[in-house]
């Protein structure tokens, strides 16, 4: 079973953004009333009944007939409580639950996300355009919940959960206290949510089966998850796809080619030094190496351009073949990438 996990919106995410623009979106296509049901559980106010509930051990065997192995996962991995079936655990979960900051956050949590069906409409536009795309696949059960300010995306084989509490708000007084770096900070923020458990979800389902160590190779790999967002997000910016800000896309965009020229001057590309590694897809608060004002995880968006670049100039190939491709030179050489 795959395990992911992703540390630290509105309605009107699928309005049209780009109406100054002439160019032809090529994934606004017509969906024929496709349709995703998505099931959401709302484990951020179903965990609290452990300490409202008369019988603190029935409560907690119904959570997990439930929540089957998420709940195991979630109180285990995620809220590190140990077994479920041992006392520590009850102690542990008591203990979080009633003190005093936890209410806090359980309550601004509600607060912020009482009115969930907004982002749910959002969820399930996205994943009508996924089964357009791939038919046979299936959709997640979505999990929301509250993970201590510790976890903002948990992917397993069949659960997509999405923790709230680490998209209250840039400027939420507790992320200062709990000591979330600010660039984690300005995406934090409920614009970022739908964007950021699709891309979860469409990582961890195309992995590579011969996941190669050198930079194109993980680069490429992750621009065709992100060139899948594009088609997820048809109307959406760039940077909520990626994850970015938008004067980080700004700054990309206005020296791609100057990225791209020192990492064939570096011979970054076919490294599988993990140094070299790190400073282009590490998180942080930019690329170390290039100047403060890059983003972190460059490489990623330059795999992005790459693929974006390969598509265009085979425009035969569908999505789903895309995803299939795993020799990233040949996929490299193929797009006739060169960024002036």
């Known amino acids: 079973m795959k395990y992911k996990f992703s540390y630290i919106f509105n309605s009107l995410l699928f309005l049209i953004i780009g109406l100054s623009s002439c160019e032809e979106n090529k994934f606004d296509i017509d ?12 484990l951020e106010t179903d965990f609290t009944g452990l300490v409202t509930h008369s019988d603190f051990d ?4 119904s959570l997990l007939k439930v929540y089957g192995n998420f709940y195991r996962l979630y109180t285990g991995r995620v809220m590190k409580f140990g077994n479920i079936s041992t006392p520590v655990f009850k102690e542990r979960a008591v203990r979080f639950l009633v ?3 936890i209410h806090q956050l359980y309550r601004t949590v509600d607060s912020n996300f009482h009115d969930i069906s907004p982002i749910k409409t959002d969820v399930e536009k996205a994943f009508c355009y996924y089964q357009y795309y791939f ?25 997509l959960g999405v923790g709230l509490d680490l998209y209250l708000g840039d400027s939420n007084r507790i992320y200062q206290l709990a000591g979330i770096p600010e660039y984690i900070r300005k995406k934090s923020t409920p614009d970022y949510m739908v964007y ?6 469409v990582l961890s389902e195309f992995e590579p089966e011969n996941k ?16 899948l967002m594009d088609a997820l997000f048809p109307f959406a910016p760039d940077h909520y796809k990626i994850g ?10 206005e020296n791609e080619s100057t990225i791209w020229a020192k990492m064939i001057e570096e011979q970054q590309l076919y490294s599988t030094d993990v140094n ?11 690329s170390p190496g290039f100047p403060k004002e890059s983003p972190a995880q460059i490489g990623y968006w330059m795999g992005w351009q790459i693929v974006r670049k390969y598509m265009d100039e085979h425009p035969e190939t569908t999505i789903k073949e895309l995803m299939k491709i795993e020799d990233a030179q040949s996929l490299l050489r193929h797009s006739k990438y060169k960024p002036r």
């Not at 029935?58 to 065997?61: A, H, I």
Request: hydrophobic share 40%; charged share 20%; aromatic share 10%.
């Open 196 to 201: 950021d458990m699709l891309r979860g979800w």
């Open 276 to 286: 070299v590694i790190r400073a282009l897809t590490g998180p942080g608060p930019f």
């Open 212 to 227: 190669k160590d050198d930079v194109l190779s993980q680069i490429v790999n992750y621009g065709k998850s992100i060139y």
């Open 31 to 42: 969906l024929n009333g496709q349709t995703a049901d998505v099931n959401w559980l709302h």
């Open 99 to 101: 003190h005093k900051d």
């Open 135 to 159: 038919p046979d696949k299936e959709i997640p059960v979505v999990v929301s919940m509250v993970t201590g300010i510790s976890n903002n995306i948990v992917v397993t084989d069949s659960v």
């Open 244 to 253: 970015f800000t938008a004067d980080e896309i700004k700054w990309c965009k």
């Open 58 to 61: 029935s409560y907690n065997d």
